[in-house]
Nanobody, 122 residues
Framework: QVQLVESGGGSVEAGGSLRLSCVAS????????LGWFRQAPGKEREFVAT????????NYADSVKGRFTISTDNAKNTVYLQMNSLKPEDTAVYYC???????????????WGQGTQVTVSS
């Protein structure tokens, strides 16, 4: 079993920055990918970014490319999402997940955190 706990969410003005953290405990599976997803009210959960524990194979949704950066710290079993130049449309609950696929497909992710709220005001 793997447990994931996100933190770092909050409220910021447009143009601001936040860094989300996700700590994995239990028995993290190093062959799995790590992903960040988000879900806004009334919308489906959408892919944001993914990475391997090794730190390579990063991919981003077009909507966040150039603004968000995903990274890992293996020693701390932690995955980060640095979010810069935030926009009101980035407002959502952000979830981290781990699974076998490593793509945008939510069905490839087996374990999920509880989510952290990010609110960006204009």
């Amino acid at each position: 079993q793997v447990q994931l706990v996100e933190s770092g969410g909050g409220s910021v003005e447009a143009g601001g920055s936040l860094r989300l953290s996700c700590v994995a405990s239990g028995r993290p599976i190093r062959s799995y990918a790590l992903g960040w997803f988000r879900q806004a009210p009334g919308k489906e959960r959408e892919f944001v970014a993914t990475i391997r524990w090794s730190g390579d194979s990063t991919n981003y949704a077009d909507s966040v490319k150039g603004r968000f950066t995903i990274s890992t710290d293996n020693a701390k079993n932690t995955v980060y999402l640095q979010m810069n130049s935030l926009k009101p449309e980035d407002t959502a609950v952000y979830y981290c997940a781990t699974g076998f696929g490593g793509t945008w497909n939510v069905n490839e992710y087996v374990y999920w955190g509880q989510g952290t709220q990010v609110t960006v005001s204009s």
